[in-house]
């Protein structure tokens, strides 16, 4: 499933936390395989929203969305215990 690029504020949060790096590898890994251990993809409550989500390290999670094409969304990245 492939990724589409990021927003630019996406781009500067995970900049500003020396996240990007990470992100580009946890990238990788999901549009291989979506189930990858390490990913820990998950469906968000509440689940009609249809939000997932995936590691990005112990911290910070990836929020996504699948669009119409098929293609994967990175709506938010957030702090996972916020």
Do not use: C
């Not at 990007?20 to 968000?44: C, H, I, V, W």
């Amino acid at each position: 499933m492939r990724v589409r690029p990021l927003r630019d504020d996406l781009i500067k949060y995970l900049k500003k936390r020396g996240l990007a790096r990470k992100f580009e590898k946890q990238r990788g890994l999901f549009e291989m395989d979506q189930n990858y251990p390490s990913l820990n993809t998950e469906l968000l409550e509440p689940r009609s929203l249809k939000l997932y989500s995936f590691r990005i390290d112990r911290k910070y999670r990836a929020v996504f969305i699948v669009t119409g094409d098929g293609e994967v969304e990175v709506v938010d990245i957030n702090d996972h215990y916020q």
